[in-house]
Protein backbone atom coordinates (compact mmCIF):
# COMPACT_ATOMS: atom_id res chain seq x y z
CA UNK A 1 0.00 0.00 0.00
CA UNK A 2 1.11 3.30 -1.06
CA UNK A 3 2.37 5.10 2.05
CA UNK A 4 1.68 8.66 1.17
CA UNK A 5 -2.29 7.35 0.35
CA UNK A 6 -3.93 8.87 3.68
CA UNK A 7 -3.03 12.17 2.96
CA UNK A 8 -5.85 11.77 0.19
CA UNK A 9 -9.52 12.22 0.53
CA UNK A 10 -11.72 10.60 0.74
CA UNK A 11 -10.75 7.41 1.69
CA UNK A 12 -12.15 4.50 0.13
CA UNK A 13 -13.36 1.12 1.94
CA UNK A 14 -10.20 -0.55 1.86
CA UNK A 15 -8.24 2.36 2.32
CA UNK A 16 -10.25 3.36 5.67
CA UNK A 17 -10.29 -0.32 7.29
CA UNK A 18 -6.47 -0.30 6.81
CA UNK A 19 -6.07 2.68 8.81
CA UNK A 20 -9.10 2.44 11.23
CA UNK A 21 -9.45 -1.80 11.69
CA UNK A 22 -8.21 -2.75 15.14
CA UNK A 23 -6.91 -6.00 13.21
CA UNK A 24 -4.27 -3.92 11.36
CA UNK A 25 -2.68 -2.73 15.35
CA UNK A 26 -2.74 -6.04 17.19
CA UNK A 27 0.78 -7.54 17.65
CA UNK A 28 0.95 -10.89 19.38
CA UNK A 29 3.40 -10.00 22.06
CA UNK A 30 4.00 -6.41 24.34
CA UNK A 31 6.96 -4.47 23.08
CA UNK A 32 9.53 -3.46 25.75
CA UNK A 33 9.47 0.09 24.99
CA UNK A 34 5.06 0.17 24.98
CA UNK A 35 3.16 2.50 27.09
CA UNK A 36 0.84 1.17 29.22
CA UNK A 37 -2.59 2.11 29.73
CA UNK A 38 -4.74 0.47 32.40
CA UNK A 39 -7.61 2.72 32.93
CA UNK A 40 -10.83 3.56 30.86
CA UNK A 41 -9.88 6.68 28.98
CA UNK A 42 -9.62 7.97 25.29
CA UNK A 43 -6.00 8.18 23.91
CA UNK A 44 -5.36 10.85 21.70
CA UNK A 45 -2.02 9.78 19.58
CA UNK A 46 -0.16 12.69 18.26
CA UNK A 47 2.69 12.02 15.65
CA UNK A 48 6.14 11.00 16.11
CA UNK A 49 8.82 13.83 15.21
CA UNK A 50 9.53 11.32 12.24
CA UNK A 51 6.40 11.11 10.98
CA UNK A 52 6.25 15.07 10.89
CA UNK A 53 9.32 15.19 9.15
CA UNK A 54 7.88 13.25 6.54
CA UNK A 55 4.64 14.43 6.38
CA UNK A 56 6.53 18.34 5.59
CA UNK A 57 8.24 16.59 2.95
CA UNK A 58 4.83 15.16 1.44
CA UNK A 59 2.93 18.33 2.08
CA UNK A 60 5.33 21.10 1.28
CA UNK A 61 3.50 24.33 1.87
CA UNK A 62 0.09 22.78 3.10
CA UNK A 63 2.19 21.39 6.13
CA UNK A 64 1.66 23.76 8.54
CA UNK A 65 -2.10 24.25 8.13
CA UNK A 66 -2.32 21.08 8.34
CA UNK A 67 -0.61 20.35 11.63
CA UNK A 68 -2.97 23.26 12.49
CA UNK A 69 -5.62 21.83 11.38
CA UNK A 70 -5.28 18.44 13.37
CA UNK A 71 -4.46 20.67 16.31
CA UNK A 72 -7.75 22.33 16.56
CA UNK A 73 -8.99 18.90 16.32
CA UNK A 74 -7.97 17.10 18.85
CA UNK A 75 -8.35 19.71 21.03
CA UNK A 76 -11.87 19.69 19.84
CA UNK A 77 -12.31 16.00 20.55
CA UNK A 78 -10.69 16.39 23.99
CA UNK A 79 -13.42 19.45 25.03
CA UNK A 80 -16.04 17.28 24.05
CA UNK A 81 -14.51 14.22 25.81
CA UNK A 82 -14.30 16.37 29.49
CA UNK A 83 -17.93 17.33 28.63
CA UNK A 84 -19.09 13.44 28.94
CA UNK A 85 -16.58 13.27 32.07
CA UNK A 86 -14.52 10.82 29.96
CA UNK A 87 -10.84 11.47 31.01
CA UNK A 88 -8.34 11.33 28.16
CA UNK A 89 -4.60 11.19 27.58
CA UNK A 90 -1.91 11.80 25.07
CA UNK A 91 0.94 9.64 23.49
CA UNK A 92 3.32 9.76 20.78
CA UNK A 93 4.82 6.34 22.12
CA UNK A 94 4.89 3.56 19.14
CA UNK A 95 3.53 1.12 20.60
CA UNK A 96 0.68 0.67 23.65
CA UNK A 97 -0.18 -2.07 26.36
CA UNK A 98 -3.55 -1.74 27.23
CA UNK A 99 -4.66 -3.71 30.04
CA UNK A 100 -8.07 -5.12 30.83
CA UNK A 101 -10.22 -7.23 33.20
CA UNK A 102 -9.71 -10.23 31.50
CA UNK A 103 -7.00 -9.73 28.81
CA UNK A 104 -4.07 -7.53 27.10
CA UNK A 105 -4.27 -5.89 24.03
CA UNK A 106 -0.62 -4.96 22.55
CA UNK A 107 -0.66 -2.29 19.77
CA UNK A 108 1.86 -0.76 17.31
CA UNK A 109 0.78 2.57 16.47
CA UNK A 110 3.18 3.64 14.01
CA UNK A 111 2.68 1.42 10.65
CA UNK A 112 3.38 3.30 7.13
CA UNK A 113 -0.08 3.52 6.57
CA UNK A 114 -1.66 3.95 10.01
CA UNK A 115 -2.34 7.71 10.31
CA UNK A 116 0.04 9.75 12.63
CA UNK A 117 -2.65 11.43 14.47
CA UNK A 118 -5.30 8.68 16.01
CA UNK A 119 -7.61 8.63 18.49
CA UNK A 120 -8.30 5.03 20.42
CA UNK A 121 -11.23 4.19 23.04
CA UNK A 122 -10.33 2.66 25.82
CA UNK A 123 -12.09 0.51 28.59
CA UNK A 124 -10.75 -2.56 30.52
CA UNK A 125 -14.02 -4.06 29.60
CA UNK A 126 -14.68 -3.84 25.97
CA UNK A 127 -11.38 -3.43 24.94
CA UNK A 128 -10.06 -0.66 22.04
CA UNK A 129 -11.50 0.78 19.59
CA UNK A 130 -9.56 2.91 17.22
CA UNK A 131 -12.41 5.98 16.33
CA UNK A 132 -11.58 7.10 12.59
CA UNK A 133 -12.93 11.02 12.30
CA UNK A 134 -15.97 9.66 10.74
CA UNK A 135 -17.06 7.71 13.66
CA UNK A 136 -16.26 10.56 16.15
CA UNK A 137 -19.18 12.05 18.27
CA UNK A 138 -20.96 12.75 21.66
CA UNK A 139 -23.79 10.05 20.68
CA UNK A 140 -20.84 7.28 19.95
CA UNK A 141 -18.74 8.40 22.84
CA UNK A 142 -21.89 7.97 25.61
CA UNK A 143 -22.76 4.55 23.83
CA UNK A 144 -19.43 3.43 24.07
CA UNK A 145 -17.78 4.52 27.70
CA UNK A 146 -21.53 4.31 29.10
CA UNK A 147 -22.85 1.41 27.90
CA UNK A 148 -24.83 -0.98 29.84
CA UNK A 149 -24.72 1.87 32.88
CA UNK A 150 -27.47 3.28 34.63
CA UNK A 151 -26.23 6.70 35.97
CA UNK A 152 -28.10 8.29 38.65
CA UNK A 153 -27.42 11.92 37.73
CA UNK A 154 -25.62 13.57 35.76
CA UNK A 155 -22.96 13.70 37.72
CA UNK A 156 -20.21 13.05 34.90
CA UNK A 157 -22.21 15.48 32.80
CA UNK A 158 -22.00 19.48 31.90
CA UNK A 159 -24.67 19.59 29.28
CA UNK A 160 -27.13 17.90 27.55
CA UNK A 161 -25.47 15.42 25.20
CA UNK A 162 -27.42 14.54 21.96
CA UNK A 163 -28.78 10.80 22.00
CA UNK A 164 -28.65 10.46 25.42
CA UNK A 165 -31.50 8.21 27.15
CA UNK A 166 -33.38 10.05 30.21
CA UNK A 167 -35.61 9.39 33.15
CA UNK A 168 -37.61 12.77 34.44
CA UNK A 169 -40.58 11.77 37.14
CA UNK A 170 -41.06 7.89 35.62
CA UNK A 171 -40.91 8.99 32.20
CA UNK A 172 -38.68 8.21 29.85
CA UNK A 173 -37.19 9.98 27.05
CA UNK A 174 -34.09 11.16 24.73
CA UNK A 175 -31.59 14.30 24.24
CA UNK A 176 -32.95 14.89 20.41
CA UNK A 177 -29.81 15.76 18.14
CA UNK A 178 -31.77 19.18 17.26
CA UNK A 179 -30.33 22.58 17.70
CA UNK A 180 -31.66 26.13 18.25
CA UNK A 181 -28.93 29.02 17.87
CA UNK A 182 -25.93 25.95 17.99
CA UNK A 183 -27.78 24.54 21.42
CA UNK A 184 -28.80 21.31 22.32
CA UNK A 185 -31.44 20.20 25.17
CA UNK A 186 -34.36 19.08 23.11
CA UNK A 187 -35.93 15.75 24.76
CA UNK A 188 -38.39 13.56 23.08
CA UNK A 189 -40.33 11.53 25.57
CA UNK A 190 -41.69 8.27 25.02
CA UNK A 191 -45.24 8.59 24.50
CA UNK A 192 -47.81 7.78 21.45
CA UNK A 193 -47.77 11.41 21.14
CA UNK A 194 -46.71 12.82 17.50
CA UNK A 195 -44.11 15.52 18.47
CA UNK A 196 -43.91 14.89 22.72
CA UNK A 197 -40.81 17.54 22.66
CA UNK A 198 -39.83 19.54 25.58
CA UNK A 199 -37.16 22.21 25.18
CA UNK A 200 -34.87 22.11 28.03
CA UNK A 201 -32.25 24.51 26.46
CA UNK A 202 -30.31 26.53 29.17
CA UNK A 203 -31.51 24.50 32.17
CA UNK A 204 -29.32 21.92 32.56
CA UNK A 205 -29.05 23.01 36.01
CA UNK A 206 -33.36 22.82 36.42
CA UNK A 207 -33.34 19.16 34.70
CA UNK A 208 -31.37 18.20 37.30
CA UNK A 209 -32.51 19.76 40.52
CA UNK A 210 -35.79 17.99 39.29
CA UNK A 211 -34.28 14.49 39.38
CA UNK A 212 -33.40 14.01 35.66
CA UNK A 213 -31.30 10.90 35.42
CA UNK A 214 -29.59 9.14 32.56
CA UNK A 215 -30.48 5.46 31.92
CA UNK A 216 -28.96 2.18 30.71
CA UNK A 217 -28.48 3.52 27.08
CA UNK A 218 -29.79 -0.40 26.09
CA UNK A 219 -32.51 1.16 27.55
CA UNK A 220 -35.93 0.15 24.87
CA UNK A 221 -38.61 2.61 24.37
CA UNK A 222 -42.10 1.29 23.93
CA UNK A 223 -43.42 4.42 21.12
CA UNK A 224 -40.40 6.00 19.94
CA UNK A 225 -36.94 5.06 18.35
CA UNK A 226 -33.62 6.27 19.51
CA UNK A 227 -33.48 8.78 17.51
CA UNK A 228 -36.42 10.08 18.95
CA UNK A 229 -39.00 9.37 15.98
CA UNK A 230 -42.42 7.55 16.30
CA UNK A 231 -42.45 4.17 15.88
CA UNK A 232 -44.71 3.12 12.97
CA UNK A 233 -47.67 1.05 13.76
CA UNK A 234 -47.66 -2.80 13.31
CA UNK A 235 -50.46 -4.01 11.22
Partial sequence: MDKSFYFAL???EEAHRA???LENYLLD?????AETVDLDCAIIVFPTDKQLQYRKEIQKEDFDESVQSNTEYYDMIREKLETVGIKSISTRAEYLRLIGSTKTWN???RKDYLPPWNLVFFT??????IVSPAEFGT???????YAGQKISKFDDFKE???GTKVLLKNEYGVVLEKKVDSVVGFIRWDTEKENDVEDWRGLFGTFLQSGGQVVDQHHKFKFIDDKGHLKK???
Avoid at 124 to 129: M, S
Avoid at 139 to 145: A, C, Q, S, V
Fill in 160 to 162: FIP
Fill in 124 to 129: RDQGPK
Fill in 107 to 109: LTL
Fill in 29 to 33: DHHPN
Fill in 19 to 21: MYG
Fill in 139 to 145: EMITKYF
Fill in 233 to 235: ASC
Fill in 10 to 12: PLN
